[in-house]
C-alpha cells in the first residue's frame, strides 16, 4: 500500500511539473537543491561567504551592479579560482536604456611577451604557471569600471565585505587543500609562501580547513583604494570620479609600482607602462536569435560566440522530438558543439588586432552548411570552415586553413589516446567563479571573473595573485592564426557569461566555470529551459554530457576526439548507441556543471534563482 501510494505520488508530481510552460515545469528528477525567489533581488556565486556579501549590498540599498561587484571582490579575496589580479568580464542589461552592454577587463600581455620570446625559453605554449603565464590585472579594473558606470554606491561599501575577509575569514576546506596540493609550485614564489604556507615546516603547510586566514597585504591593497577614494571626494570630486581616483592609484600609483617591482623581481615581464596604458573596454555583445530568444555572448576574444554558432547550427534539428538525452540528441548537439569549437580553435582571437570573421561565423547560411556535415556516426575529423564567403569576403589565412584541415584529415582517432586523464581534465576545466545578480529595478548582471587560480604568484607585497591567462594563446600560427601572443594583445579566453532577452525583455542570466567546458554546459543548460520546459533549477541539475573534441586552451592544449563523459546513470541501451556511434565514454556521478542562473518571471513579476548541486555555488534571494 505505502509503495502504491509513493507511486500515486510520483505521478502526481510529474504531472504537476509537466505542463509545458516555459521555464515552469517538465522536471526529470527531483531538485537537489530549492529554486530561489525573489521579489526584490537575488544574489548567487561561488562561495556561500560572497553571495553573503552580495546580499549585504542589496540590504543597503545597491542595486545589481553594486552586489556583483561586492561579489567579485569576496570571491577574489577568497580564491574561488580567481584573485585580485585575474580578469572580469561581464554583461550588464540596463532597465534604462533596454540595452545589453559587454565589460572587457581582461588583462592583455605585458611588454616582451611575444611568439619568439617563449619559444627562446623553449615552450610549445606560454606556461600554465608562474609569472611569465601572467597578463595584466583586470579584475580591479573591472570592478571600478562597473561601479562607476552602472552602480550607485561608493567603493569603500562595495570593498568593505572584501576588506572585513582579507583581515581574517574561516577558510573553507576547498581552498585550504589546494593551497596544500600546490605548496611544491607556492615555494617558489617568496610571496605567495609567506601568505598561503601559514604552517612553514609542518607535515600540512597550508591552513586547515575553518582556519582564519589573514592577508594582510591586500587588506592595505584595498584600502589604498579606498583612501584614494576618500581622498577624490573630500576635494569635491563626484561619486564617479573618485571611484576613478582609486582605478589610477592601482595602476599608475604606488600599487602598480609594488606589483610591477614584484613581478619583475620573480622573473615576469610588466613594466609600468603596461599597466598606465590597459583599459576596461565597454563594447557591443554579439547576439543571435534561436526560435524567438536573442542570446548574447562577449566578443571573440571569449569562446562565447562558439555557443552562439552551436544554437545556429541546431536550429536545423527538432531537437524535442529526438527526446531529451538520447543517443540521437547527444550525438547531433555533440556535433554541433565540435564543428563550432572548431572554429573557435582556428579563428577566435583579440578583435583589436586581428578582425575575426565573426559575421560570417554567425550568420544563418554558414550555419546551414555546417549542419549538412553532422551525421549518425561521430567524426572525429571535423575542422574549421570558411565563414568568409558568408559575409563577402576572401579568407586572408586560406593556406593555413588547408594546413589544419589537411591536419585534421589525417587524423587517426585510433592512434590518439582519447581517455580523459586526470591531468588532462583538470587543465581542460581550469577554474572559474560566476556571479549573477538581478533586482526589481530591472538591472541583470552575468559575471565570469578568473585568473589568479591557486598556485599562484603574488605581486610584492601587493597581495595581489597574478592571472595564468598568457597560456590560452597559441605559439603556432598553424593553430590559430589570430590568438599568437603580442604585448597588450588579450588572449583568446574561455570565460563566457549569458544572457538571453526574449520579446525585449531579460529572460535569463546564466554562467558557469570549467574552463573550456563552461559553453558546452551552458549550451545544454538553455536547452534544457527553451526546448525541454525546465525550470531554472531542474535545468542547472539535469545531467549534460562534456565533449573534449576541442583544443584545450591550457596546458598542452590536447584534442581527445570522441571522448564524451555522461552522468553515470546514463540509461544502458544509450551507452550501447553511442559506443556503435564511435565515442569514448566515462561516467561521472554529476556533470551539471556548477551553472548558477537566474530567471526573469515576467508573469508574476518576481526573480527565480538557480545554483546546481554541482559544488559550492550558492545564492540569496529576497
Known sequence: MKNLLLLALLLLTHTTFSQGLPGLGAGTTPNQRPILHGKNW?????????????AAIFQQGGNAVDAACAMIAATSTMWDVLSWGGETQALIYNPNTKKVIAINALGYAPTGATVEFYKSQGMDYPPQYGPLAATTPGTPGGIMTMLAEYGTMSLEQILRPAMDLAKGYPIEAQTADNIEKGKAQIKEWPYSKKVFLTHPGEKREAPEAGEIFVQEDLYQTLSKMVEAEKSALKAGKTRKEAIYAAYDRFYKGDIAKEIVRGTREQGGLFTEADLANWKVKIEEPLHVNYRGIDVYKLQEWTQGPALLQSLNILENFDLKSMGYNSANYINTVYQAMSLAFADRDFYYGDPAFVKSPMKGLLSKEYARERAKLIGQVNDPKLGPGDPYPFQGGTNPYMDLLKKNQKAMALLDPSEINSLVDEKFLAD????????????????????????????????????????????????????????????????????TPSLAMKDGKPMLAFAVQGGDSQDQNLLQFFLNVVEFDMNVQEAAEAPNFNSYQMQSSFGDHEIKPGAITLRNDTPDWVRKDLLKRGYVMDFWTKTSGPITAIWMDWKHGTLWGAASNYGDDYGIAW
Not at 537575488?42 to 552580495?54: D, E, H, S
Not at 577554474?431 to 538591472?443: I, Q, R
Request: glycine content about 12%; charged content about 15%; proline content about 9%.
Open 42 to 54: 537575488v544574489a548567487i556565486t561561488g562561495k556561500p561567504l560572497a553571495a553573503t556579501a552580495g
Open 428 to 495: 581542460f576545466q581550469s577554474g572559474t567563479t560566476s556571479v549573477e545578480a538581478a533586482d526589481a529595478e530591472g538591472w541583470v548582471v552575468s559575471v565570469t571573473p578568473s585568473g589568479g587560480w591557486i598556485p599562484a604568484v603574488i605581486a610584492g607585497n601587493s597581495g595581489v595573485g597574478l592571472s595564468q591567462r598568457m597560456q590560452s594563446f597559441v605559439l603556432d600560427e598553424n593553430l590559430n592564426p589570430y590568438n599568437l601572443p603580442e604585448p597588450g594583445k588579450r588572449p583568446r579566453v574561455t570565460l
